[in-house]
């Protein structure tokens, strides 16, 4: 049978003691955590340890005794004291002189204790007994071999080790394999790590932190202000959110207007991210706190690279110089649209058009153009002011400030927006039209109840009057699906800027920006795995191997911390595709929850 002994690294040039850890449950496995020195009282031992168990829940015990080979004289000692702590197995580690590996025996106290309750005849020796009781050892130290895997605490106690998705998928949250058990033992013993060789404690102990406790005043600080703060941070946005609740907020259109301004959408998410972040009521586990940190992190940097667009947008009169290109801007465009407008009306790359269909659309479409320019220049004097107290906004985040920007790009872009909508209605009308049409010819029709199709028989005045409306529907329909075409590239060039801004306000909401300075700064705190090298393979002593972790990769990092964002709603190329053929209307910040009409 092969026992495999955890031992960690900081424990190899330890003093003579006791062995604390645990065994893991259903394995032949043991965790050494740390290295109590004599001299020690066994009693004040067993009271320290069951402290340590209460606070940190972790069923720790004493696994054996730790010798050096300096100090041979206390092995028979240490090995005695087997019997003051019980345990089925007991550990006698020892170092050899010259050698770089350790010697391990393992004492089975339970036949030992067995032989001390048999009953010995009075002319039986007492020499024939130890005789006996050394033959039983020996045995069990022929039958049992010991691997030594050594690790490094440190890195063990600060990394989170990642589950696969089946192990993840099992509702029994308890840890059940080896390695898991053997992270969670580490990382639970937090209470067994707080007294170092500086501490008046009652014993002296060996682990990763004995040399002293990494700590920072600054850190220190921010413990004990972070609870005031976010109580007062938390309160001040509940506030918030209770006057936006109020009845006159929600008196229609107010609702409505707010569900598509991306800048209202950003600052309703922007608000609920840092109630969670600010919230104290739960002890927070590792994927709460990893989410807060990306959360707090990224509105930081957020925050940062808003107030350096605000310091270039107010400096050097850059708000002036944007606020007079616009209407310069807005009256090119109307122009081109104009002109665009008149090559429809003629014969566009030498179509023949429906020419009283086309001069209709074409002076209607001119009428529109007409009044969007009419109605720039009368907002012209107050751009400049718009720009200067919407620049304002980049204050509380670059994202902010983009999802303004998508805004005023939809209201500079409403004219084309609307000449899409008119192009996306007629022709939708046309193609309805003519698909119920052609079923009339097949003696069939839509069934509008049981939303199928089915037989029908019509007279003969139906029947004529559908091939006269047939033929008209598909005679004007190249007119119209020329201008369906022409707007909906527009609508679509619009729609691929909007989206670059709004994938934008996503990738800095969503990002784990903190999980992947993690892994690239400190790869071993998110664990993917380990890997184990040989260490020492001496004759004369155990195997050592050297237990390595493996970093989580960068795309899984990504996977798991990145926060949900699944406002926008994402349709498949294929149905675009289909919904851009038939002319229905296509709506990029729709909700998921919503329907199209």
């Known amino acids: 049978m092969v026992i495999k002994v955890f031992f960690p690294q900081c424990c190899n040039r330890a003093d003579s003691g006791l062995l604390v850890g645990r065994w893991l449950a259903g394995y032949d ?163 067994l790590f707080f007294l170092d060789k500086y501490d008046e404690g009652p014993v002296k102990s060996t682990h990763w932190q004995s040399e002293g406790r990494e700590a920072s005043i600054v850190v220190e600080l921010c413990k004990q202000g972070a609870v005031p703060v976010c109580s007062v941070v938390s309160a001040v946005l509940h506030l918030l959110t209770s006057l936006c609740s109020l009845r006159m907020f929600h008196v229609f259109p107010l609702p409505f207007v707010w569900s598509k301004l991306s800048t209202c959408v950003q600052l309703s998410f922007r608000t609920e991210r840092l109630k969670k972040l600010f919230s104290t009521a739960t002890a927070p586990d590792h994927m709460t706190f990893m989410r807060k940190s990306n959360t707090f992190v990224s509105v930081l940097l957020d925050v940062a690279l808003g107030l350096l667009l605000m310091s270039w947008l107010y400096r050097d009169d850059h708000i002036s110089s944007i606020a007079n290109a616009l209407v310069p801007a807005a009256d ?192 071993y705190t998110l664990a993917d795995g380990v890997k184990f090298r040989v260490l020492c393979d001496e004759p004369g002593t155990c195997l050592h191997l050297l237990m390595e972790i493996n970093p989580l990769k960068l795309s899984s990092v990504v996977r798991t911390y990145r926060s949900p964002n699944d406002s926008r709603r994402k349709d498949s190329w294929a149905a675009l595709i289909n919904k851009l053929f038939i002319g229905e209307l296509v709506y990029p910040w729709k909700h998921k929850a919503e329907k199209t009409d």
């Open 29 to 191: 496995s043991a965790v050494v955590l740390a290295v109590i020195h004599y001299p020690f009282i066994p009693s004040t031992v067993k009271q320290y340890i069951q402290q340590v168990q209460s606070r940190s829940g972790v069923q720790l015990s004493v696994l054996g005794s730790w010798s050096l080979p300096a100090e041979g004289d206390m092995e028979s000692f240490l090995r005695d004291l087997s019997s003051i702590f019980p345990q089925r197995r007991w550990l006698q580690i020892s170092r050899q002189t010259g050698k770089t590996g350790f010697s391990c025996s393992v004492l089975n106290t339970e036949r030992k204790n067995s032989l001390f309750q048999i009953p010995v005849k009075k002319e039986q020796k007492r020499e024939d007994r130890e005789e006996r009781e050394e033959e039983e050892e020996r045995e069990d130290e022929s039958d049992q071999k010991v691997i030594f895997i050594h690790y490094e605490q440190r890195k063990v106690m600060l990394s989170q080790l990642h589950r696969d998705e089946s192990e993840g998928a099992d509702p029994n949250p308890e840890p059940t394999s080896e390695l898991t058990q053997m992270f969670e033992s580490v990382s639970r013993s937090q209470a």
């Open 332 to 523: 090119h465009v109307a122009k081109e649209l104009k002109g665009l407008l008149q090559w429809l009306m003629g014969a566009p790359a030498g179509l023949k058009m429906n020419r009283a269909l086309d001069q209709v659309l074409g002076r209607f479409f001119l009428y529109h153009i007409h009044l969007w320019i009419s109605y720039i220049h009368l907002m012209s004097p107050f751009v400049e002011s718009l720009l200067w107290y919407g620049g304002l906004s980049a204050a509380l985040g670059l994202s902010m400030a983009v999802s303004l920007l998508s805004d005023m790009i939809a209201l500079l872009t409403f004219h084309i927006y609307c000449f899409y909508v008119y192009g996306a209605r007629l022709y939708c009308m046309k193609v309805y039209g003519l698909s119920s049409l052609w079923r009339l010819f097949r003696g069939k029709k839509w069934n509008v109840l049981r939303q199928r199709v089915d037989s029908c028989s019509y007279d003969l005045d139906q029947l004529f009057i559908g091939t006269l409306l047939f033929t008209i529907l598909l005679f004007l329909l190249p007119t119209t699906a020329l201008y369906y075409l022409v707007f909906t590239l527009l609508r679509l060039v619009v729609v691929v800027v909007q989206g670059v801004l709004h994938l934008t306000v996503d990738f800095i909401n969503s990002f784990p920006l903190f999980s992947v300075g993690l892994r690239v700064c400190r790869p």
